[in-house]
């Protein structure tokens, strides 16, 4: 356990940051979810609307540094190709 002042308030600013990136994490891959639900149940309509949901949710991730801008590429990119992929 830290003894030094700085060092028990990083611990401290650390666990919040860590809980707030992980509610990110979770509501990015939450919303992934519902487009490949989407996508595998061939409905275009509920795709769509669940991928522009996605990609909103994923470029704040991206915005707020919890995800590198490239990663958030990728991952928009293979959604976008799965969406495209029924319709």
Same mark, same amino acid.
């Given at each position: 356990m830290a003894n030094?002042?700085?060092a028990k308030?990083?611990?401290l600013v650390?666990?919040?940051k860590a809980a707030r990136n992980?509610?990110?994490?979770?509501r990015v891959k939450t919303s992934? =979810?519902? *487009?490949?639900?989407?996508v595998t149940k061939k409905d275009s309509? #509920?795709?769509e609307a669940a991928l522009k949901a996605a990609v909103a949710e994923i470029n704040k991730a991206g915005s =707020?540094? *919890?995800?590198?801008k490239n990663t958030c590429s990728?991952?928009? #990119?293979?959604?976008?190709?799965?969406?495209?992929?029924i319709a």
């Open positions: 030094i002042k700085s308030k990083r611990i650390n666990e919040t992980k509610a990110i994490k979770s992934i =979810k519902k *487009v490949e639900a989407a309509a #509920a795709a =707020k540094g *919890v995800y590198h990728r991952k928009i #990119a293979r959604l976008s190709k799965a969406v495209n992929g």
